[in-house]
C-alpha cells in the first residue's frame, strides 16, 4: 500500500515538475509587431491574414466528432453480447442509446443541427 502511494507521489512530483519546467522555458519574453505580422515580400499585408472561421461549421464538427466516438463505443458491445449476461447487456445499452438520443434531441431543440438561420 506504501508502495503505491510513494510511486504517485514520484510520478505527481515528476509531473509537475516537468509541467512547471516546461511553462518557464516556453515563455516568450520578446514580443514584436513585426514578427507577430503576416511576411508578405517586406511589404505590409493588404488585408488581414486571419480569415473569420464559421462558428456553425465548428459546432457541427465538434458533434459529429461526439457522435463518431459514441459509435465507436458502440462497436464493441455486440462483441460483449456473446459473455455477459442478456438483461445486463440490454439494460446497459439501452440506456447508453439513450443518452445518446437526449443528447441528439437537446441538440436539435437548441437549433444546432441546422446550418442555415
Known sequence: MW??????FITFMLSFIVMTLAM???KKSINDREKSSPFECGFDPK???????SLRFFLIAVIFLIFDVEIALLLPVIVINQWSNIM???TVTIFFLLILLI????????G??????
Open 24 to 26: 518557464i522555458m516556453s
Open 88 to 90: 445486463s447487456w440490454t
Open 3 to 8: 508502495l503505491m502511494f510513494i510511486i504517485s
Open 103 to 110: 443528447g441528439l434531441f437537446h441538440e436539435w431543440n437548441q
Open 47 to 53: 488585408s488581414s491574414a486571419r480569415l473569420p472561421f
Open 112 to 117: 444546432a443541427l441546422e446550418w442555415a438561420t
